[in-house]
Each structure stands twice: as structure tokens, then as C-alpha cells.
């Protein structure tokens, strides 16, 4: 299970490398808005950069537009808790020291049939 999520994040670490339309980074602050993009145009990656490294909350989409995953990074460290979707599982993750402390999955088509 942590693995899988492990993979998961370096995937989307990787994916940014292979793509042909070039990241855009604008300043805010002392932060750097970063945005990459997949080969199709849409939004791969976005979050923000502080002195070179991840910090703050970060979203991360598949090539036709739909939220993977989002969390945040700590002077480029995983912190808090993260999210990640597939198909209708939702993860939650929660990291300490930039280490997967616990893994909670939740059924999306069960969450919306209590809420009704």
C-alpha cells in the first residue's frame, strides 16, 4: 500500500521531465507559482516554490483535466495530509517527517450515498 503511493508520487514527479511545453514560474512574494503542463496542454502540476524547494499546497491532474492528487510540501518535504484519487477511491495520507504514517481509503459512491 505505501508503495503504490510512493510510485504514485514519483510519477508525477517524473511526468513533468517528459513533457514538451515548458513549466511557467511567476513570482509572488517570496514564493514562485509553478505550473507544468502535460503534452496536451492541461494543467499537469501547481503549487508553489519557496528559496528552490516545494512548500505549501500542491495539485497534481491527469492529461484530461481531473484531480489526482493534492497536498502539501514543507521546505520540500511531504507534510500533513495528502489526497489521491482513483476511479471512486479516494487515499488519505498522512505524512510525518516526509515518511507515510498512515493510510486511510475512502469509498467516494459510499460517502455520497450517506450524504444524501
Request: charged share 25%; with cysteine; net charge positive.
Amino acid at each position: 500500500m505505501k508503495r503504490s503511493i510512493i510510485l504514485l508520487a514519483v510519477l508525477f514527479s517524473v511526468c513533468t521531465y517528459a513533457q514538451n511545453i515548458k513549466p511557467t514560474f511567476e513570482k509572488e512574494g517570496k514564493m514562485v507559482k509553478a505550473t507544468y503542463f502535460h503534452e496536451n496542454g492541461e494543467i499537469a502540476q501547481t503549487g508553489y516554490l519557496l528559496e528552490g524547494k516545494l512548500h505549501g499546497q500542491w495539485y497534481m491532474y491527469s492529461a484530461e483535466g481531473k484531480k489526482l492528487a493534492t497536498g502539501k510540501y514543507l521546505n520540500g518535504q511531504r507534510a500533513g495530509k495528502w489526497f489521491f484519487w482513483k476511479d471512486d477511491i479516494l487515499k488519505e495520507v498522512d505524512f510525518e517527517d516526509n515518511r507515510i504514517a498512515y493510510v486511510k481509503n475512502w469509498n467516494q459512491s459510499e460517502i455520497v450515498s450517506v450524504n444524501k
